[in-house]
């Protein structure tokens, strides 16, 4: 008896299975050669009219272009010497580091004072009542002066606090010399000016390299820069209000970002008893919970140590802080018009760490900066976890302070601003940090507060200062 042929079941259809059935699996992207080839398109879910399946891989093609130029753009900027544009007048002799003997800050004498209560809050805004115009009208400091301001506190990790009192040797003094073009334009009032410009560092090849792996993050919430095997510097106001250490700074810690190897960490070992009770107490509450994954009593969900941090993330690595360095400027400025000029602070771990530190130079004028750029990376509030690096044009100076366009967050406060200049006879360029990014400001200019991204210039003395804090003397800073 001949057969007659039946219709296929409905679930071998094509892509056609009961109405209740799931849908068919969508085809497997191949692995990424560069190039964005049309099958991939022809897999990607743009259904619809032939109209909007167009619209669909335009979208995509555009998203793909565009991941690939920023990270052309970046090992652009990794990688290339000058990134820089040089007019008629500028030369490229123009860009150097020009080593010259500075000032020495000679520790004269050191107090006991009470130690600190640790109860105020981080400000992410430094309030300054007088602006760049305002500047211009004020006299130089005298000597004794800026002693005073240079003169800092030290708080050790047991909570004593020391006030110590210095000198400064061969300093020539100078008539204060700013610069505002009249023709400045008014700022917007926010941190990120026109369009964003900042680039998230996802990829590990630039994590874990120099010099984005010098960007640290501070347990109350700033960034900040290693610039020593023992050192971090960062903003001030991150450890101190003007009047007292801030909430968390007692049990201050500095997280180095790094790659979780595959495997790491001990996977925590369960006896069989132990197990079968958990499984026991779980079945009789009516739910099934791994081991691995109990909650505790916090309600906290607790894993293994080998499952914390999935593979290959990026992930913090803290260590505690020895010492805290204060200039005596941002306490005595509280308020006042002296605090932001002092607005920076050092730390010192207690373990030393293994990775590349950059190192600190003076800050030249905005006329020997290759462009007029600088650069930075710090860990923005608004994106979790991510190092976030820009770079932008400086707009005007003071002797003191950097005025710029740089978009940036609160989180990002802390950290250190840096430039690329050529060394004197020698072929490579060199990195050195040239001031602490501080944060958005409120400026006065003439009677009206407006709004700036502002960072603290590291001047001869400062450099003086902070090397004298990473070193215990002054042997070793002539030079800067």
């Known amino acids: 008896m001949r057969r007659t042929a039946q219709p296929p079941h409905p679930a071998a259809r094509p892509g056609g299975a009961f109405p209740s059935a799931e849908p068919a699996p969508r085809p497997t992207a191949p692995p990424s050669t560069g190039v964005f080839p049309r099958s991939l398109l022809r897999a990607r879910p743009c259904c619809g009219t032939t109209q909007a399946t167009r619209r669909c891989r335009l979208t995509l093609l555009r998203t793909k272009l565009k991941n690939k130029m920023e990270n052309m753009l970046l090992w652009l900027i990794f990688f290339t010497s000058g990134w820089t544009l040089i007019d008629g007048s500028e030369v490229e002799q123009d860009f150097m580091w020009h080593l010259r003997k500075i000032p020495r800050v000679v520790s004269e004498r050191t107090f006991y004072l009470s130690s600190p209560t640790f109860e105020a809050d981080a400000r992410m805004v430094v309030n300054r009542v007088c602006g760049i115009e305002c500047q211009k009208e004020l006299p130089a400091p005298g000597l004794s002066e800026l002693e005073d301001s240079l003169s800092y506190e030290t708080v050790f990790e047991n909570g004593t606090r020391t006030l110590t009192r210095v000198k400064v040797q061969g300093l020539v003094l100078e008539p204060t010399q700013n610069s505002t073009p009249k023709e400045a334009a ?11 410009s900042r680039f998230s560092i996802l990829d590990k090849r630039f994590l874990t390299n120099f010099p984005f792996n010098t960007a640290v993050k501070l347990s109350t919430g700033c960034s900040g820069i290693l610039i020593s095997p023992n050192h971090v510097l960062t903003a001030a106001h991150c450890v101190h209000d003007g009047k007292d250490y801030v909430k968390g700074s007692k049990k201050l810690r500095v ?32 739910t099934k919970v791994s081991l691995q994954e109990r909650p505790t009593r916090r309600g906290r ?11 290959g993330k990026p992930s913090f690595q803290w260590t505690r802080v020895k010492n805290t360095y204060i200039p005596k400027g941002w306490t005595r400025g509280a308020g006042g018009d002296a605090a932001l000029d002092y607005d920076y602070a050092l730390l010192e771990l207690k373990r030393a760490h293994k990775k590349k530190y950059m190192e600190l130079g003076v800050s030249p004028a905005i006329k020997k900066m290759p462009g007029g750029m600088i650069h930075f990376s710090g860990f923005d509030n608004d994106r979790a976890d991510q190092l976030v690096y820009r770079f932008c044009s400086v707009s005007d100076e003071s002797s003191d302070l950097l005025y710029q366009y740089c978009d940036a967050e609160s989180g990002s406060t802390g950290s250190g601003i840096y430039l690329r200049l050529k060394e004197p006879d020698k072929k ?13 400001q409120w400026v006065d200019v003439h009677g009206v507060q407006k709004d700036y991204n502002v960072a603290v210039r590291i001047t001869p003395l400062k450099y ?5 804090w990473i070193h215990g003397n002054d042997a070793n800073c002539a030079y800067g």
């Open 255 to 286: 997280g180095l970002l790094k790659m979780r190897k595959k495997g790491g960490g001990k996977k925590r070992r369960v006896s069989k008893r132990s197990k079968r009770e958990a499984e026991a107490s779980d079945q009789r509450e009516g």
């Open 301 to 311: 969900v607790e894993l293994g140590r080998g499952q914390r941090v999935a593979e």
């Open 464 to 468: 003086a200062q902070i090397c004298l």
């Open 186 to 196: 008014v700022r917007r009032k926010r941190q990120v000016y026109g369009t964003d």
């Open 428 to 440: 490579h360029w060199k990195r050195k940090i040239i001031a602490v990014y501080s944060g958005h």
